[in-house]
């Protein structure tokens, strides 16, 4: 069945990165986009940015450019979310979303489990 | 503080019609399609309506969508318990180059 699976969860301390991997399966990987999105437990949905898995293009919310990184492998359908110096307010749960399919180009129609990043001294 | 703006909460008794608003600009809802997802407890959302009004394959139809202006609606119809959930409403923001979204109304099944 189609579905995205990420890495497990993670502890970084303030000042450092974290890479967050959302492994595709299911589908034509190069055929949709692969949006980030993060959640602090028990608060809202915030979008990190959206790349592409056909030709590697990316927008990030503007928030996080400096300071996020999105990639495809598109040999292991693998995309991949790596964030840089890591604040406790970075501490949420993020998941990465399938995105470009029938449903549109702004509707997420297939979620990862979520991947826990916790920062903390 | 979110972009789109939702009730913190809704709640209704089985059976009951349940309707959840989104509040947006000209920018956002005002001239982009609209989308809902749902979210369980402990679990990652899921997409339940598309632009504006449609449903993925799957989701019931008493589940329905509508807009006007720049605000939007989730209505829930013939409430049933699993429905307890949280529920976003997101919209690309053409100033800000993305999807925004609302900040979850918690829908409560007495």
């Known amino acids: 069945q189609v579905q995205l699976v990420q890495s497990g969860a993670e502890v970084k301390k303030p000042g450092a990165s974290v890479k967050v991997s959302c492994k595709a399966s299911g589908y034509t990987f190069n055929n949709y986009g692969i949006s980030w999105v993060r959640q602090v437990p028990g608060q809202g949905l915030e979008w990190m940015g959206w790349?592409?898995?056909?030709?590697?293009?990316?927008i990030y919310a503007q928030k996080f450019q400096g300071r996020v990184t999105m990639t495809t492998d598109t040999s292991t359908s693998t995309a991949y979310m790596d964030l840089r110096s890591l604040r406790s307010d970075d501490t949420a749960i993020y998941y990465c979303?399938?995105?470009?399919?029938?449903?549109?180009?702004?509707?997420?129609?297939?979620w990862g489990q979520g991947t826990m990043v916790t920062v903390s001294s | 503080q979110s972009v789109l703006t939702q009730p913190p909460s809704a709640s209704g008794t089985p059976g009951q019609r349940v309707t959840i608003s989104c509040s947006g600009s000209s920018s956002n809802i005002g001239s982009n399609t609209v989308t809902w997802y749902q979210q369980l407890p402990g679990t990652a959302p899921k997409l339940l309506i598309y632009?504006?009004?449609q449903r993925p394959s799957g989701v019931p139809d008493r589940f329905s969508g509508s807009k006007s202006g720049t605000s939007a609606s989730l209505a829930i119809s013939g409430l049933q318990s699993e429905d307890e959930a949280n529920y976003y409403c997101?919209?690309?923001?053409?100033?800000?180059?993305?999807?925004?979204f609302g900040g979850g109304t918690k829908l409560t099944v007495l």
């Open positions: 632009s504006y009004n």
């Open positions: 790349n592409s898995a056909y030709n590697g293009n990316t």
């Open positions: 979303a399938r995105v470009g399919g029938i449903y549109g180009a702004d509707a997420f129609d297939i």
């Open positions: 997101a919209a690309w923001d053409d100033s800000l180059h993305g999807p925004v």
